[in-house]
């Protein structure tokens, strides 16, 4: 019985780091996400500012590929 006991003390001991660690996860994702709804809301400007010089200069600029972007 009392092997049961500390067995039972240990798991209960190891449930709440577990939700600790969980805790501490569920912190940083909406960090995270936060972080990311903050850059989605820069491109989003950037475009805007891309958009409109097209328009001003009356053409599209070039699409840079992976292979230009390496060679910079």
Request: proline share 1%; charged share 50%; aromatic share 2%.
């Amino acid at each position: 019985m009392k092997v049961r006991k500390a067995q039972y003390k240990d798991l209960k001991e190891q449930i709440r780091e577990l939700e600790k660690q969980c805790d501490e996860l569920e912190q940083i994702l909406r960090q995270k996400e936060e972080e990311l709804e903050t850059l989605e809301d820069i491109l989003r400007d950037k475009n805007m500012i891309i958009e409109g010089l097209e328009k001003t200069l009356g053409e599209k600029a070039p699409v840079l590929t992976d292979a230009d972007r390496s060679k910079r």
